[in-house]
Structures are given as structure tokens and as C-alpha cells.
């Protein structure tokens, strides 16, 4: 009799454990979506030739879903799936080089190498940042912030240039109702 009561009970706590389980994760749903936030670049003086330094910002807010805005106090998780950049709408000094440049989100930021402005724009390049640790980074701070500035500086080699930075994030965010 008390095998019995032992295995009953122990069989009754597995099927709770399993349970619960099942049950949070009924109550969790994922919700992925595209954000992009663009930068715009300026310099429309003409430096004769010298390179001049840039740095613009701009703000990617994960609330412009509203599914998520409906959420933000039931947020559990997020996480970035896909991190991209992308020269467009060039027009300036041919063959103008972005160099000594740098990306930041947040407070974490990555050197990136130089660029061509305006061979990037017209074959449509598209940079993905592998780095995990600003990957990581993006989604902590998304946890814990609704929306991440993420700027860009650097020097072009000569001016005048006029130019966007079109920042691409694919992003999973899990709700949790319980």
C-alpha cells in the first residue's frame, strides 16, 4: 500500500510539474516584427576636397507595433534575429569613402570598414552585423527600454555628400499574460 501511495504521489507530482509547464507556455505568445530607423547624412559644404567629419542619430522604437505597445509591462523576452545597415539615397562627390566609421546602439558600438558611398547605394548593399555581444546588447537594452539610438560617425573623404544609413532589425518579442 504505501508503493502504491509513493508512486501515486510521485506520478501526481511529474503530472504537475509537466502541467505548469504546459500552462506557461500556453500563456506566452511571440509577436516578430520588422523595425528600420534611418540616419540622415548631410554635408552639403563644399571642403575642397578634405574629409570631413559626421556623426547623426536617429531612434528605433519597438512600440510603433501595437501589439507590443498594448504589452510592454508583460514583456519576458526579445531578441534580435536579423541586424542590417544600408547606404541609400546617395547623391554627392563620386566615389566619396566612408572611413574611420563606427556604429552605435545604445552604448555599444562596432567599427565598420570603409565604404563607397555610392558604389554601396547603387548595388543596393546590404551589411549584416554578426557581432552576438551587440546583438545581445540591442535586445538587453530593448528589454529594459522600448527604443535604442543608434547613430553613426565617421569621416568622408570629401564633400559635398548627402546620404542615408537605413538600419534594418528583425525582432522577436515573447509576451508572457502570467
Keep these: 500500500m504505501k508503493i502504491t501511495t509513493k508512486i501515486s504521489a510521485l506520478l501526481l ?34 571642403s575642397e576636397g578634405q574629409p570631413q567629419s559626421i556623426s547623426q542619430s536617429s531612434t528605433l522604437d519597438i512600440t510603433t507595433n501595437e501589439e507590443i505597445e498594448d504589452n510592454l509591462d508583460l514583456i519576458q523576452d526579445i531578441s534580435v534575429n536579423e541586424l542590417t545597415y544600408e ?7 563620386d566615389d566619396a569613402i566612408l572611413s574611420n566609421a563606427s556604429l552605435t546602439f545604445g552604448s555599444s558600438s562596432i ?8 558604389q554601396s547605394d547603387i548595388d543596393n548593399t546590404v551589411y549584416t552585423i554578426n557581432d552576438t555581444s551587440i546583438i545581445n546588447a540591442v535586445a538587453s537594452n530593448l528589454e529594459n527600454n522600448s527604443m535604442i539610438n543608434m547613430s553613426v560617425s565617421g569621416t568622408v573623404s570629401a564633400t559635398p555628400v548627402v546620404f542615408d544609413v537605413l538600419i534594418y532589425a528583425e525582432i522577436t518579442t515573447t509576451i508572457d499574460v502570467l
Design 111 to 118: 567599427s565598420i570598414s570603409n565604404i563607397n558611398l555610392q
Design 87 to 93: 547606404i541609400t539615397n546617395y547623391s554627392g562627390v
Design 13 to 46: 507530482l511529474f503530472l504537475t510539474t509537466f502541467s505548469c509547464d504546459d500552462l506557461d507556455e500556453l500563456t506566452e505568445f511571440d509577436i516578430t516584427d520588422d523595425f528600420s530607423t534611418t540616419i540622415n547624412i548631410s554635408v552639403t559644404e563644399d
